[in-house]
Structure formats: C-alpha cells, structure tokens
C-alpha cells in the first residue's frame, strides 16, 4: 500500500506529464504519446485521486474535459459544456451501456442512431435567425477560443441556414472540422517538395489550420466538415436525434451519410463491427462510432455527468498508434540490390498485431526523422499500410545517442554500395551478392538478355541453394551431370539446359551487358555502349567522362557503369565469362558496317515480313538507335499497317516516314 507521500509524489509526477502532452496535442498539435497511453496516464490518476481524496487539488488534469484555451484568440463560453464521450471497446461494454439506460429509466424503450465518430476537431457554430454569428474551438469545454474568422473560409459550412432551421432564434450545432485523407496526403507531398516539416496525421494538418492566426492560411487548406449534435435550440418540435440530423441537412448543414439507425443494441453492435472494417475506405479519419439515444426527450431525461453525456457512448476502434523502443537499425539488402534501413522494437500491439520491426525505408528518411538506436517511437499501422515511424518523441530520447550512419558496404557480401543522384536508395553492385543473385540470374538468362532457354526459376533456385552456382560465370561451368541431379530435372532436360547455356555464348555485347546487370544499363542503353565502345575491354577502361560523351548517355549511367567496374569481384566475374568462352565483342558490328549509326527510328503499325522486336533488332545491328516518340531529332518514322498518330506526328514534324519495303530495302542495302 502507498504511503500519502509516495501517492502525493506520484499526484505530482502524473500532474506534471498530463499538461505536458496536453500543451504537446492541443497547444502544438504534435502528440507525444497515443491516446491510449494517455488514457492509461488519465486513469491512473483517478485512481490513485480516488484513494486519496485529499490530495486532489482543483486544478487537477481529471477536474476538466479536456484542452487548453490558448490565449492567443479571444475566449468564448459555450451556451452548454462541450463533454467528452465515455468509451466502450468491445461489444460487451455496449451491451452494459444499454444496461444502465435501462436501469436508470425502467420500461423505457430504446432506439439508437450510430454515427462515424470523426477524428477531427470539434466545433460549437452559433447561429441566430439562421445566421452563422459565432464559431468556437472545444477548449477545456466551459470555455474555447473564438475562431469565427477561420471557420467562415470552410466552405462546407453555411453562413446562412435554409429550410426547417432558417428561423430559428438561436441554434448552437456541433461538429467536427477535418481534413480529408487525400487531401492531406497531398498536403504533406507539397510541404515535403517546399523541405518543409509534414504533418503527422489528419487531425494535426486540420488542427494546426484552424487555429491560424491569418484565416487566409486557414483558407488555403482543404477543410471540411460534418455536424452531428444540436446542443441548444429554440423552440423546437423536433422528437428525435434521426428527425434533427434529417432537419440539419434541410438546412443546409453537412451531416454524416453514414449515420444510420438502429433499433437494439444488437443493430448498434453490427454496425460498430461494419463500421471498423470499413473504416479505410471513409474519406476522413474515423477512430470509432458514435452511438447515441434517438429520442431527445429520453436523452434529456437520462442528463450527463460532469464528464460526459449518458446517453451516448464512443465506441472505440483498435488503437493504430503507439510508442515504442528502437532497439537496434539494421540494413538489408532485397533481391534487387536495394538497401533498406529497418529498425527492430521493443515488441508493442498495434490494431490487433504485435510489431517488432518496422521498415524506415531509405536513408533520407532516416535522417530526416533522425530516428536513433535508443530512442521512443510513435509508429502507426492504418489499415493495410505497413506500419512506420510517425516520428521520434524528442523528450524521451536518452543521454548519449549518435545519428544513424548509413552502411557504405553491403551487409550481405560486403560489396560497394552505391546510390545514384537524385535516387533514394543505394545499392549494392555486386553482381555475385547472395542477396541478389537468383533475381539476377534470371536476369542473365532472360529472353532478351543472354536467352538461356530453361533457366527458370525452379533451376535458379535448386542451383544457388546447392552452392553449384555463385556467380554468373559458375553457368558455363556446369556439367550435364550436375544439372541432371536437380529436382525433377531429366537427363533429357540437363542435356537441353546445357546446352542452352553453351548456345549463349556467342550473343554479344549489348545483350551481355544488358544481361550482367548494370543499373540504369537496359536493353537500350546496352547497345550504345556497345556499339561505342565496341568491347567489354574498352568499356571497362573508359573513364565516366568518356562515357558519358556518347550520344544519349548521360552523366547518370555514366557513373553507374564505372561504378560497376570499380568493383574488383565484378572484374573477376567478367574475366572468368570471357575464359569460358563469353564474347566480349558485339557481334554483326564490324565498325566499317555501322550504316545506320546516329540515326534514329520510330516505329508504328504493324509489318507484315517481321516482329517489331525483330525490326528493332536488324536496325540496331546496324547501328542505329529505335526510340518511341516522334520529334524533330527522328530520322525515320516506320509506318506499317494500321499506323498510330505517330504516323500524324511524322507529317506535322516534317520527318522522313519509310514504308515496310522502304524499311526492308534500307537494311540490305546497309548490311
Ligand atoms: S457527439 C454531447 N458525435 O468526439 C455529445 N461527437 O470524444 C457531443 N466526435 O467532443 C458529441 N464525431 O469532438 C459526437 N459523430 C459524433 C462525433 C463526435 C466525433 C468528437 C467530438 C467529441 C469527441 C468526444
């Protein structure tokens, strides 16, 4: 049992760390912790207030509903206290709800209304004879902050009523103010492009705007919103909560079209569940459903408690945010090269899943959030997103912490990294990384690289994991015996298999150096540096510089490909490919033949003699490049039968078109 001093200290400490997440979620929009930890920091105070009376002071964290004016707009009281909701989390704790109407008005007959419980900011709009006349912020509930000026640039919300509620003397409606997800994901994007910080969810974006000192900034943000609650009105006939939220929208006002009716507890169950599967495909952030007493008179009989109405409850959703421990930042490497940074946690449940590790995608990311081995992390897991790092809780971070330093060797096979301008991610260059190597020796036998028939991915597989193949040029050495102990692989097949790997010997340079995998280097970057530099040896020794003087090679590729030969186990690779026979040169290309060098073509329609593919491949044979729009730089246009507009941007440009004869006579006179 605590002693008073130990129970005042704690009083004391909870005091303390409540206001400070209050100033952190309301005064600067940027929580620290989730709401349920903040729930948990609430209740334990409660208690222990509970316990010891005595030691509650009246400025106590439990003494008010929640918020803080800040003084920067002037204050208003509302005509009624805005309340918080009590809270139910499993379908039992409705069914208890239903129990104590029942109990507190015996015989009474109960029918509901279930609305979407919106996570915005909430919002007490005044008006008198159907005028908007004031607009105020929750606040600590007793009193909010005037923010008329910001709430008339919404513009979902009337400044004048209409229909049933035009006349009205005075009318104070509720609501929520939000943004939509899409528009804040959109937000966020140009704050990131402008380098500025973005918001971490909705609700902060939608609470930062309305509290805006200028209201053309609050103009400029895409707000809407939706109002669920008449607090106070005149004279009116209206019997039920339903009649009021059909009233409201004859009036003009947004309401939720998800509000639904439901006559027993059961119903109001069914839809909570449907409610919270669906809640990815709202368009706003919802974290529960609302569900309230239809009949106003049965509402005004059941009254409320200082903290909350009692007739209406939240039912919450499963929490999607929560604070954990990084406990480590690794690297690992995808079967594409990719490094991707991850951190591993202290294991914390999150809507249902316990999470342990959570991606931090790229380098960049990292730094921006400066998330650091140590440090206490809000990660959030919305629906079918991946959970990720919302941001690091800068308050809780301890003594001694460094920024994470990015690897500048592959943690899979210690192989150079590399990370291309304006790319986000480096990778690994190996060609021979472990990581790597079934993706790139699918790569390799690929029809329009080296073309090894029946290297699939059954083959692939069975030959790393057997340790038979390590590199590319471990293929050439393989026995038919060897390949006829794979797993359903016949002796027939293995004859077939090697001697599909002995047929790719002779394919040439383009295809080979399209083949070993070369970032930024495709089928058609492959053949001019082919047809430059004409071998695999002049290649490796030109410097980027070289490179990149050729024609529709830029500084970018240039780099990737001396990138490449800098490191020494690709070198050893392409020397053990030429030992075993690989050619090194590009075939069919005696330089004196190269006719059609510098020009280029574009193709459209169809030929009648040959594939495009085959087209394509005859005319870089000799030389000449294929692109896929028309400009004024384009040699020929090829039109064949049923031609694209690119035949049309032929004639507009003044560029030569050839039909397929015209095409087929340029390639033999050429060859
Ligand atoms: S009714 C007196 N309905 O949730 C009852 N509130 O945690 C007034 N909220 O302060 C509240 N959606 O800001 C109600 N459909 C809805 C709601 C809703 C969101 C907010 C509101 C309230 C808070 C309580």
């Not at 919302?390 to 899979?412: I, K, L, M």
Request: hydrophobic share 40%.
């Amino acid at each position: 049992m605590a002693t008073n001093a130990d129970a005042a200290q704690r009083i004391a400490e909870l005091y303390e760390q409540i206001r400070h997440h209050d100033y952190a979620y309301y005064v600067q929009a940027r929580p620290e912790i989730s709401d349920a930890e903040y729930d948990t920091l609430l209740r334990e105070l409660r208690e222990l207030e509970a316990r010891h009376p005595e030691l509650a002071t009246p400025d106590s964290p439990t003494r008010r509903v929640a918020g803080q004016a800040v003084l920067a707009f002037t204050p208003v009281e509302h005509r009624v206290a805005m309340l918080s909701l009590d809270n139910a989390t499993t379908p039992d704790q409705l069914r208890e709800f239903e129990a104590r109407l029942k109990r507190a008005i015996p015989g009474a007959e109960f029918d509901y209304v279930c609305e979407p419980k919106i996570d915005g900011l909430g919002v007490a709009l005044l008006y008198q004879g159907g005028r908007l006349v004031r607009g105020a912020t929750r606040g600590d509930g007793r009193v909010g902050e005037d923010i008329t000026r910001n709430l008339r640039t919404i513009p979902s919300i009337p400044p004048r009523l209409h229909g049933p509620l035009a006349h009205v003397r005075e009318l104070e409606v509720r609501g929520e103010v939000f943004m939509p997800r899409a528009k804040f994901l959109e937000l966020n994007r140009e704050l990131e492009e402008r380098g500025e910080p973005a918001f971490a969810n909705p609700r902060n974006a939608a609470a930062g705007a309305v509290r805006q000192k200028d209201p053309d900034v609050t103009a400029r943000r895409p707000l809407d919103i939706l109002l669920y609650h008449v607090s106070s009105i005149d004279d009116s006939r209206i019997a039920g909560h339903w009649e009021m939220l059909e009233a409201l929208r004859q009036s003009g006002c947004p309401t939720s079209d998800r509000a639904a009716r439901c006559a027993d507890v059961d119903a109001v169950i069914d839809y909570c569940r449907r409610l919270e599967a669906e809640r990815d495909a709202l368009p706003y952030e919802a974290d529960g459903a609302v569900v309230k007493v239809n009949p106003l008179e049965l509402q005004r009989r059941l009254g409320e408690t200082a903290h909350h109405p009692r007739w209406a409850i939240a039912f919450k959703f499963a929490a999607r945010q929560a604070t954990t421990v990084v406990r480590s930042i690794s690297v690992k490497v995808g079967k594409t090269g990719v490094l991707t940074p991850g951190a591993q946690l202290d294991p914390v449940e999150l809507a249902g899943v316990v999470i342990r590790n959570v991606s931090l995608h790229n380098e960049d990311e990292v730094r921006r959030k400066d998330i650091r081995v140590g440090d206490t992390v809000l990660i959030e897991r919305a629906g079918d997103v991946i959970p990720y790092v919302v941001h690091v809780v800068a308050a809780r971070r301890p003594p001694g912490t460094v920024p994470f330093v990015f690897p500048d060797h592959c943690p899979s096979c210690g192989g150079l990294v590399f990370r291309p301008e304006g790319e986000a991610y480096w990778r690994c260059t190996n060609s021979a990384c472990p990581a790597q190597l079934k993706e790139r020796l699918l790569h390799y036998g690929s029809r329009r690289a080296m073309d090894i028939e029946h290297l699939g991915e059954n083959v692939v597989n069975q030959l790393v994991d057997r340790g038979l193949v390590r590199d590319f040029a471990d293929l050439y050495g393989l026995t038919v015996a060897q390949l006829a102990e794979l797993d359903r692989l016949g002796e027939k097949s293995a004859r077939n298999l090697a001697d599909a790997i002995a047929a790719s010997r002779p394919r040439g340079l383009t295809r080979l150096l399209n083949a070993i995998g070369i970032r930024f280097v495709g089928e058609r970057v492959a053949h001019l540096l082919a047809v430059r530099f004409g071998s695999m040896e002049a290649l490796a020794a030109a410097s980027r510089e070289e490179i990149s003087q050729s024609h529709g090679i830029g500084p970018q590729i240039a780099q990737s490909v001396t990138t490449f030969f800098a490191e020494p186990r690709n070198r050893e690779i392409i020397g053990r490919l030429r030992q075993a026979g690989v050619a090194m040169a590009e075939k069919d290309v005696p330089s004196g033949r190269r006719l059609l060098a510098g020009k280029t073509f574009v193709l459209t329609g169809t030929l009648a003699s040959m594939s495009r593919d085959a087209a394509k491949e005859a005319i870089h044979r000799l030389g000449g490049q294929v692109t896929g729009t028309v400009s004024k730089k384009t040699s020929y246009v090829v039109v064949g039968e049923n031609p694209g507009s690119k035949a049309g941007d032929a004639k507009r440009l003044g560029v030569e078109t050839l039909d397929e004869s015209q095409l087929l006579e340029l390639l033999s006179q050429s060859s």
